[in-house]
């Protein structure tokens, strides 16, 4: 008997072309790693604090749109085939989401030049000294603000190139290659310095 059950699943998996075996088997796999993250990211979320938030933020969303949510919970097969989105597209979004607002959430603690203000004002600035101390804390706040003004002018002057059917592109490396420039001596003048 069992040879006979084992046989017909062997005859059924056969009959099934390959790419669809394929498919499947992508397909299955893309489900369990969302699961895994999915469940990780609970667990991640209850340490830092944000998973009520996210339960109250889903709760005003649904009580701000009650008609709006009780027809996509009642008619979902028929909005999954009128608008043609499929389940895993929708939980990728929400934990693309997720994700997100958690990465966001989470304390900044990096500053632009950090590491080379503290060095500085511990070498020159000294407890002795306060007006020095402030001078390079005002420096370097105003380093950091003529950079960030820099960044804003590039990404509207960047979006209105866009919206003009522009290249974009082009006016976009300058920004991206200063910022990568700042990122690098950041971290070389944490090494010189020996800030971590």
């Not at 088997?25 to 990211?41: D, E, K, R, S």
């Not at 604090?49 to 009580?63: E, Q």
């Not at 929708?90 to 304390?107: E, K, M, Q, R, Y």
Request: charge should be positive.
């Amino acid at each position: 008997m069992m040879k006979q059950i084992t046989h017909a699943i062997r005859y059924e998996i056969s009959a099934i072309p390959r790419p669809i075996r394929k498919q499947k088997i992508a397909q299955t796999v893309t489900l369990v790693l969302m699961g895994i993250v999915g469940a990780l990211m609970v667990v991640e979320m209850s340490v830092h604090g944000i998973l009520l938030g996210a339960f109250i933020c889903t709760a005003a969303i649904m009580v701000g749109f009650p008609k709006q949510t009780q027809y996509i919970l009642t008619n979902f097969n028929q909005v999954q085939s009128k608008y043609g989105f499929s389940p895993y597209l929708i939980g990728f979004l929400v934990l693309s989401i997720v994700c997100t607002v958690d990465f966001a959430s989470a304390p900044a603690d990096a500053q632009f030049l950090n590491n080379a203000q503290t060095w500085m004002t511990s070498a020159f600035g000294g407890s002795s000294n306060s007006q020095v101390a402030t001078m390079i804390t005002l420096i370097f706040n105003v380093l950091r603000a003529l950079f960030v003004i820099y960044v804003g002018i590039s990404l509207v002057r960047i979006v209105q190139a866009a919206r003009n059917d522009e290249d974009w592109q082009s006016m976009a490396r300058t920004p991206i290659i200063i910022v990568m420039a700042v990122f690098i001596a950041d971290v070389i003048t944490g090494l010189v310095t020996g800030q971590t």
